[in-house]
């Protein structure tokens, strides 16, 4: 079974706080995404990555930087986190195939205080 | 322009009735995937079902099928003999070729079915 797993279920933090949200995938795949999920606007990419080392900017990347040292391993950072960063992150993975669909971690709820 | 469109923000079926949930896309890409997932209360993703863009016939998974109309663009999903279960928000998402192979999300579904 493909296994996507986050750091934190839930997490509180203070307004200019460097934040850490990590996710790991254990079947291999060579993408990795990272969403941000808010009523009514659905699921927006900030970055998605397809190989180690390599990023891409989705469509909100600002205020948001990344980190892919192993395949398995994919982080979100929040340098200076601000309470229009209160959302839940949603990290995935997928194979590098249009028919492979994407696996999801169970999200981490980040209340920026 | 949105890569996908759900037009539908709530909608409310009778338990054991078929529900349509619409969705729309816009690539000019020839090769490319269409997806929904399911977001029950608890916030897991759940993938429901595939179909690709040069599949011929429609996809069906069970109760979910995939109506799947690539000259209108649109790819909406029909859950047959609804169930209390069935209450979440769907999502529908598309994945072009080329390299990342990055999805687009619509903004989602509520369904709610109603005993």
């Known amino acids: 079974d493909v296994k996507v797993t986050q750091s934190s279920r839930y997490l509180v933090k203070r307004t200019g706080e460097k934040v850490f949200l990590e996710c790991v995938q254990d079947?291999?795949?060579?993408?990795m995404f990272w969403y941000r999920q808010d009523p009514g606007l659905g699921l927006r990419l900030i970055y998605f990555?397809?190989?180690?080392?390599?990023?891409e900017k989705g469509d909100i990347p600002e205020g948001y930087s990344v980190s892919r040292e192993k395949k398995e391993r994919f982080s979100l950072i929040l340098e200076s986190a601000s309470t229009n960063q209160t959302s839940m992150y949603l990290c995935?993975?997928?194979?590098?195939?249009?028919?492979?669909?994407?696996?999801f971690g169970p999200g981490t709820r980040l209340t920026v205080t | 322009a949105q890569k996908i469109t759900q037009t539908q923000p709530g909608m409310f079926v009778q338990e054991k009735e078929a529900v349509t949930l619409d969705c729309t896309y816009d690539?000019?890409?020839?090769?490319?995937?269409l997806f929904w997932y399911k977001q029950p209360s608890s916030g897991e993703m759940i993938f429901l079902i595939y179909?690709?863009?040069?599949?011929?016939q429609n996809a069906t998974e069970g109760r979910y099928s995939l109506n799947f109309q690539k000259a209108r663009k649109s790819a909406n999903l029909v859950i047959s003999a609804s169930q209390l279960g069935d209450s979440a928000m769907y999502f529908c998402?598309?994945?072009?070729?080329?390299?990342?192979?990055?999805?687009?999300f619509g903004t989602g579904t509520s369904l709610t079915v109603i005993p």
């Open positions: 995935a993975s997928s194979l590098l195939a249009i028919s492979y669909e994407q696996y």
């Open positions: 079947m291999d795949h060579e993408n």
């Open positions: 990555s397809y190989d180690v080392k390599m990023k």
């Open positions: 690539t000019s890409d020839p090769s490319y995937g």
């Open positions: 179909q690709g863009s040069y599949d011929q």
């Open positions: 998402a598309m994945r072009e070729g080329g390299t990342g192979n990055q999805f687009y």
